[in-house]
């Protein structure tokens, strides 16, 4: 048994985190997914993904156009509302693997070590060329984290 985090945060989002997600509110209230999308991708996405992997960019677009609108503000809203689940952190007592592209604006590197710091038997690891969504985004080295820390770490 174990837990993978990966491209997450335990604290809640600041002002300007707050801020953007109203704004994703209004956004799809008013012009759907499609503007939520168009709003997005590039955060989502490590830089090099915006310009060299357009099949990438174009992925992520069509997964956030093909959700409802009421499905895009209630996760919206989720993460408005997230609880701080820093405190928790220590009391994880299985093996996990905290996760992260080297890329990723929305949980910045420094968040990720944090929590891996805070987890007992946690291993760290940052995923080049990758932003938000490492496991999409570099499929090949995040596969091979997730085996090897598999294979070391977990009993089932």
Do not use: C, Y
Not at 106 to 111: F, I, S
């Amino acid at each position: 048994m174990g837990v993978i985090l990966a491209d997450t945060r335990s604290t809640p989002g600041g002002a300007e985190a707050l801020e953007g997600h109203r704004h994703l509110l209004q956004a799809v209230r008013q012009e759907g997914p499609a503007s939520v999308a168009a709003d997005v991708v590039q955060k989502l996405l490590g830089k090099d993904d915006t310009h060299q992997r357009p099949d990438i960019v174009a992925r992520v677009g069509q997964m956030i156009h093909d959700q409802t609108p009421e499905g895009i503000a209630a996760a919206v809203r989720v993460l408005m509302s997230r609880p701080d689940s820093t405190p928790l952190l220590s009391g994880i007592r299985v093996p996990t693997l905290v996760v992260v592209g080297k890329e990723d604006t929305l949980t910045p590197l420094q968040e990720m070590e944090r929590m891996a710091a805070a987890i007992p038997r946690a291993t760290f690891v940052r995923i080049p060329e990758a932003g938000h969504l490492a496991n999409l985004e570099n499929a090949t080295v995040f596969n091979r984290a997730v085996t090897g820390w598999l294979d070391s770490s977990v009993t089932v």
